[in-house]
């Protein structure tokens, strides 16, 4: 039997449901836009993130071979443009290994995380132990 103040236990179920399925629904919503704007800035930034690297790739090529050449000019010997070749290697492989290096520690300092959405869900679950608690 139901009067205007009590609801029946199907009725409750329904109505838990709907609920639970409204806060999911905004919860993904939520999570959709956050990563959505994170993506959107990702996409702008490659083209010309691309075109940069390769023109840096043809400089850094050009300035190699200056490299190698002025080198091997100042040895006077046969070996001169093997050893010019190893030593601008060397010097690389030393750079890059350190630059990597910056480039990984970099990488784990970065927060890739939707941080508003799960700032918001923890808000979530404290206000539902809140309310479990009163309801006891």
Do not use: C, H
């Not at 039997?1 to 806060?23: I, Q, R």
């Not at 070749?85 to 060397?90: A, W």
């Not at 918001?120 to 404290?126: P, T």
């Amino acid at each position: 039997m139901t009067n205007g103040y009590t609801k029946s236990v199907p009725e409750v179920v329904n109505d838990l449901k709907a609920e639970v399925k409204d806060f999911v629904g905004t919860r993904l919503a939520m999570l959709r836009s956050e990563m959505s704007e994170k993506l959107s800035s990702l996409k702008a930034a490659v083209p010309a993130l691309i075109t940069g690297l390769v023109l840096l790739l043809m400089a850094w090529l050009v300035f190699t071979g200056f490299l190698v050449s002025a080198i091997a000019m100042a040895f006077s010997t046969p070996w001169g443009w093997v050893w010019a070749f190893l030593i601008v290697s060397g010097a690389y492989l030393l750079l890059g290994l350190m630059l990597a290096g910056a480039g990984i520690s970099k990488l784990k300092q970065a927060k890739l995380t939707p941080e508003r959405t799960l700032r918001v869900l923890k808000q979530d679950e404290v206000w539902l132990q809140t309310e479990a608690r009163t309801q006891i």
